[in-house]
């Protein structure tokens, strides 16, 4: 299983922003997806999370309202529409997927992205 995700870089407070991570080697509609990010000198947080389906989704506090998964399984593609960044978004941003059904355990996901940085400014 491979997840190559792609699309971080640099926006000003208050823009928005989306990631895209396309998973290969397993189907992909059999596939709970998730976002994580890890700031400097914090632990790995868990973002969002997205069903199979696509009909049931989780959300961490901090990104409620702001932030949005979605998964289009005819492209075998999870994205993570970030609106109204904030400076503490800044985080390298991975995406995971977990062959299981869940989608909102942050222990559920086993294969994992190469991360791709996000960076926002005041």
């Known amino acids: 299983v491979q997840l190559q995700a792609f699309r971080g870089g640099l926006v000003q407070a208050g823009r928005h922003m989306r990631l895209s991570c396309a998973l290969s080697?397993?189907?992909?509609?059999?596939?709970?997806m998730g976002w994580f990010r890890q700031a400097p000198g914090k632990e790995r947080e868990f973002v969002t999370g997205i069903s199979w389906t696509g009909n049931s989704r989780y959300y961490t506090d901090s990104v409620k309202g702001r932030f949005t998964i979605s998964r289009d399984n005819a492209k075998n593609t999870v994205y993570l529409q970030m609106n109204s960044l904030k400076p503490e978004d800044t985080a390298v941003y991975y995406c995971?997927?977990?062959?299981?059904?869940?989608?909102?355990?942050?222990?559920?996901?086993?294969?994992w992205g190469q991360g791709t940085q996000v960076t926002v400014s005041s």
């Open positions: 995971a997927a977990n062959p299981g059904s869940s989608y909102y355990s942050a222990r559920a996901f086993e294969y």
């Open positions: 080697g397993r189907t992909f509609s059999s596939v709970a």
